[in-house]
Every structure is written in structure tokens, then in C-alpha cells.
């Protein structure tokens, strides 16, 4: 009699399913994750907050898998990752926000992608922790380059005057979503342009960030 090999594992150990990061087919734990995984995944120290930014956080450093699972999620491959890495956001009690702004797109950007990954990020937060999302109290106003493989000063040059945010900013408390910070240098031009509309403080929350010390090659 011919015995088939995953039947046999998944009535003895469960079902297989494909982990998150890595893409392998185990049994995973309540997390979505391979065991492999669950043992390399490293979350993200308190990074320090850049000027002008009142506060930032990130949930999982940007190494091992977790690159290519932004991507995949940036990209539409697997909507269902910006779940995932929702749960590893954390936004602290004491920054009191009122609403959450996801970084935008320029127009032509989001028209060719169709799709912007920090906003779905701020939809998850926002069922978390009961914040409302407002995509227009920020808008991009300038077509600019990819930042990735900038240095940090060639992006903060990129994008200079390139945000723009709506008078409502003002007198708000307002946390900015992104999927990664590398230099933060998107997330401060970001909070300049809503500080300089008023905004009363602005924080950010990113699913990960650049391990310190690393280039800004990504």
C-alpha cells in the first residue's frame, strides 16, 4: 500500500501552510510562521525619533526574511501581510494620537500601482486601537525618485518640498504609518510638512526598520 507522506504528517502533526516570511511549507504556529522563523524574527529596539518627529516606533528589524515579505506585500503578491505585520506595531499610550496618516503616494504613482501598502497598514492599526485613518491630511505633491540605493543625504534631497498637508492638520496629534524606515528620512520631510500646517505633534509607526548601522540601500 503506497502511503502518502503529507497525509500521514498533517493527521499526526497538523496541517502544513506556508510560513509568512520564508514561504516553506510546515505546520505553523498561531503567528503564521515556520519554526525557522520564529527563531530568527528579531523586533525592533525603540529607534531613536529624527527631528522633527516627536516619536517613532517600528515593529521588526529589516533583515533575514522579512525584505522580501515587504516586498511581496508592497507589491499585492500577499495582501494578507499587512495583517501580519500590523500585529508587531505597537503605538505607545503616552503619544495620545488622534488620527493615523499613512505616507503617501504621488497621484501618478498610486495610479500605476494602484495600491498603497502603508495605508492598508493604517487600516489595520486602526481596527487595533480604534484610531480613525485620514489619507488626506497629507498629500505628495511632487514626483520624485526611488530612494532606494540613496544615501541618506541624497534622500533627504529627494524629497524636499515634496509633501504637502491640508489645513484640518493643525492642532492634531497625528501618527504617520509607513512599511520601513531606513533613514527616516521620508517619515521626517512627512512630519515637516504637517508641522508646518499646524499639526500639534506628529509621531510614526513603521512595520520595520533598517538594523542601525546598516546602509541605506534598500
Same mark, same amino acid.
Given at each position: 500500500?503506497? &502511503? ?17 516570511l520564508c514561504q516553506k511549507e510546515e505546520v505553523l504556529g498561531p503567528e503564521g510562521l515556520c519554526s525557522a522563523c520564529r527563531?530568527?524574527? !528579531? ?18 528589524? #529589516? ?6 515579505? &515587504?516586498?511581496? $506585500?508592497?507589491? !499585492? ?12 506595531m505597537r503605538l505607545p499610550s503616552h503619544w495620545r494620537g488622534e488620527v493615523l496618516v499613512p505616507v503617501p503616494l504621488h ?5 500605476? !500601482?494602484? #495600491? ?12 487595533? #486601537? ?12 511632487r514626483l520624485t525618485r526611488a530612494q532606494k540605493g540613496l544615501s541618506a543625504e541624497e534622500r533627504q534631497k529627494n524629497l524636499?518640498?515634496? $509633501? ?55
Amino acid at each position: 500500500m503506497r &502511503i502518502d507522506r503529507r497525509a500521514l504528517h498533517e493527521l499526526l502533526f497538523g496541517s502544513l501552510h506556508r510560513c509568512c516570511l520564508c514561504q516553506k511549507e510546515e505546520v505553523l504556529g498561531p503567528e503564521g510562521l515556520c519554526s525557522a522563523c520564529r527563531k530568527s524574527l !528579531r523586533l525592533c529596539p525603540a529607534p531613536a525619533s529624527p527631528f522633527p518627529l516627536d516619536g517613532l516606533t517600528a515593529g521588526l528589524l #529589516y533583515e533575514g526574511e522579512v525584505p522580501g515579505a &515587504i516586498s511581496r $506585500f508592497k507589491n !499585492r503578491e500577499q495582501l494578507y501581510l499587512g495583517g501580519f505585520f500590523s500585529q508587531y506595531m505597537r503605538l505607545p499610550s503616552h503619544w495620545r494620537g488622534e488620527v493615523l496618516v499613512p505616507v503617501p503616494l504621488h497621484p501618478l504613482k498610486a495610479l500605476s !500601482r494602484g #495600491y498603497n501598502q502603508s495605508r492598508e497598514l493604517a487600516l489595520y492599526l486602526s481596527s487595533a #486601537y480604534g484610531l480613525p485613518v485620514c489619507p488626506a491630511l497629507l498629500k505628495k505633491t511632487r514626483l520624485t525618485r526611488a530612494q532606494k540605493g540613496l544615501s541618506a543625504e541624497e534622500r533627504q534631497k529627494n524629497l524636499e518640498n515634496a $509633501f504637502m498637508a491640508a489645513p484640518e492638520a493643525a492642532g492634531r496629534r497625528i501618527i504617520l504609518v509607513d512599511d520601513v524606515c531606513t533613514t527616516g528620512a521620508t517619515l521626517c520631510a512627512c512630519a515637516a510638512a504637517l508641522k508646518k500646517a499646524g499639526a500639534a505633534r506628529v509621531y510614526a509607526a513603521a512595520a520595520a526598520c533598517v538594523p542601525y548601522g546598516e546602509d541605506a540601500s534598500v
